[in-house]
């Protein structure tokens, strides 16, 4: 089971309690904060919390927003839930936000740029390619047999190891490697270590009103889909 963190202005329980959301259980603890809540005392309610949790077997948790003790409950073994799985599976609808917002063309091209052909890099891949003229693969081996299925099942093309000319003039890329060397007007880090995006609203626009509030997005999401209980195409993106 996946922990669930909370603010809560009233008495926080003394123990972890089950909440639902969208059928998936998580174990919930609150920590009491009222508007001048010294943070020394904040941090010893975060400590106790994620005692509750590493008692229980907890090893992972959704944090509220914005939330600054999420190392604390790192040190008592409860981590935030993973989210780049997430943005690596919402990675073709995300580029099409950025490519929407920054005002460019919807025959941009595209590059996506990897250490090696993953389940994931695939998927963004064909996605790009049934909605982009021209996409650019950078991995150092393979792709062959990927753009021949490409080509057979939906007639596209896909462009393997471009040279740096062709790289440099791509308007948006998809990193699943580190390439600090492009420069291109939309660059989105999906390997394990980047830096998260603080321009992008995550909704579920049928399910709204089913959502508690107050929690990260992104950590809520990846548990719900993790579990089964939700799939990426049901998530909406949106740019700011």
């Known amino acids: 089971m996946i922990g669930f963190v909370a603010w809560t202005e009233e008495k ?15 174990l919930g603890v609150s920590l009491r904060r009222r508007q001048n809540t010294p943070a020394a005392v904040l941090r010893r309610r975060a400590a106790s919390a994620a005692k509750k949790l590493q008692k229980l077997g907890i ?24 989210v780049m799985p997430l943005y690596r599976s919402l990675a073709g609808e995300w580029l099409r936000a950025e490519i929407a917002a920054k ?76 390439r600090p060397e492009l420069r291109s007007t939309v660059v989105l880090a999906l390997y394990d270590g980047a830096e998260l995006p603080e321009n992008v609203t995550l909704t579920l626009p049928a399910l ?18 993790g579990a089964g209980v939700l799939r990426a195409a049901q998530i909406e993106i949106k740019v700011d």
Do not use: W
């Not at 926080?12 to 998580?26: I, S, T």
């Not at 996506?112 to 081996?141: F, I, K, Q, S, W």
């Open 12 to 26: 926080a329980p003394r123990r972890a309690e089950e909440l639902a959301v969208l059928r998936m259980r998580f």
């Open 59 to 82: 090893t992972r948790a959704v944090f509220p927003e914005n939330f600054s003790y999420e190392a604390v409950f790192v040190k008592h073994g409860v981590s935030p839930v993973e």
């Open 103 to 178: 005002g460019l063309s919807g025959a941009a091209t595209a590059a996506v740029c990897g250490n090696r052909l993953t389940g994931e890099l695939v998927r963004a891949v064909t996605e790009l390619c049934l909605r982009y003229r021209y996409v650019l693969l950078d991995v150092p081996d393979g792709g062959e047999e990927l753009a021949r299925q490409l080509r057979r099942e939906f007639g596209v093309s896909l462009i393997l190891r471009p040279n740096a000319g062709q790289l440099a003039a791509a308007e948006a890329v998809l990193l699943f490697a580190p």
């Open 208 to 225: 709204e009103d089913q959502l508690p509030s107050g929690c990260r997005r992104d950590q809520l999401f990846a548990a719900l889909c």
